[in-house]
C-alpha cells in the first residue's frame, strides 16, 4: 500500500494561501492522488484529484511534481468556512480498498 | 439526486441489542464503502462492495459485525450484540465507477452504546 504522511495540524488566517503537502514515496504507476475534506459531524467531501502536474477547479489547485512522490492542495484565500480536516489518498479503486483508506488528515485552522 | 442516504441518523441502544444501520447509495454507482469514524481511531474502512458484491471486509472489526447489499440500492450494518466501544459515526459512500476515486459520503449514523 501506498502510505501517506501529512502534517497533523496547521493554522492560518482568513484570506491567506493555505499549502498542505502529502508525502507519498511508494506511489505506484496506476495510481492517483485525491484529496478530501471533512467538516465537524459530516462525511469527507471529495475536492481533487490528479495524477501528475497540475490540476485545478473551482476550489483548490493540486501540484504534483514529475516524480509523484509528493503532493501538495493548494488553497486560495482561505476563510473560516475552510476549518476542517484535509486527507490526502493514494491508489485506485480497482484494487479494492487502497483508494479508499483514509490517513489521519490534517486538521486546518482558519483565523480571523 | 438526494445523494447517499443513512439511516438513522442517530442511535441509542443498550448493550448486547441488534442494531442495524442502513445506506441508500447513489443511483447508477456501483461501489459501496462503509466506515467507522472514531477520535481515537480515525476514519476505518469496514467493507467494501463492488456491484453488490463484497470485496474486501477485512477491516470489519470482528464476527459481531456483518454488511449485506440485497441490491443495487440498499445496503446493511449490523452489530450483533453491540458493545459500548462500537459508539462511533458510521458512514457509507459510493463510487461512480469502478476505478474513480470521487466518492459521495452520507451524513452519517452517530451510534451510541450505553
Known amino acids: 500500500l501506498a502510505k501517506t504522511t501529512q502534517p497533523i495540524s496547521m493554522d492560518s488566517y482568513e484570506g491567506q494561501e493555505v499549502n498542505i503537502t502529502c508525502s507519498h514515496n511508494n506511489i505506484a504507476t496506476n495510481d492517483y492522488i485525491t484529496w478530501y475534506q471533512q467538516f465537524p459531524s459530516q462525511g469527507p467531501r471529495f475536492i481533487i484529484q490528479?495524477?501528475?502536474t497540475k490540476v485545478t477547479n473551482e476550489v483548490a489547485s493540486l501540484f504534483i511534481p514529475a516524480d509523484r512522490k509528493s503532493s501538495t492542495l493548494s488553497l486560495p484565500r482561505v476563510s473560516l468556512s475552510d476549518t476542517a480536516v484535509y486527507y490526502c489518498?493514494?491508489?485506485?479503486?480497482?484494487?479494492?480498498?487502497?483508494?479508499?483508506?483514509f490517513g489521519s488528515g490534517t486538521r486546518l485552522q482558519v483565523q480571523p | 439526486d438526494a445523494g447517499v442516504i443513512q439511516s438513522p441518523r442517530h442511535e441509542v441502544t443498550e448493550m448486547g441489542q441488534e442494531v442495524t444501520l442502513r445506506c441508500k447509495p447513489i443511483?447508477?454507482?456501483?461501489?459501496l464503502f462503509w466506515y467507522r469514524q472514531t477520535m481515537m481511531r480515525g476514519l476505518e474502512l469496514l467493507i467494501y462492495f463492488n456491484n453488490n458484491v463484497p470485496i474486501d471486509d477485512s477491516g470489519m472489526p470482528e464476527d459481531r459485525f456483518s454488511a449485506k447489499m440485497p441490491n443495487a440500492s440498499f445496503s446493511t450494518l449490523k452489530i450483533q450484540p453491540s458493545e459500548p466501544r462500537d459508539s462511533a459515526v458510521y458512514f457509507c459512500a459510493s463510487l461512480t465507477r469502478q476505478g474513480g476515486t470521487e466518492a459521495f459520503f452520507g451524513q452519517g449514523t452517530r451510534l451510541t452504546v450505553v
Open positions: 443511483s447508477g454507482h456501483n461501489s
Open positions: 490528479g495524477y501528475k
Open positions: 489518498l493514494v491508489g485506485e479503486t480497482d484494487t479494492g480498498r487502497r483508494a479508499l483508506t
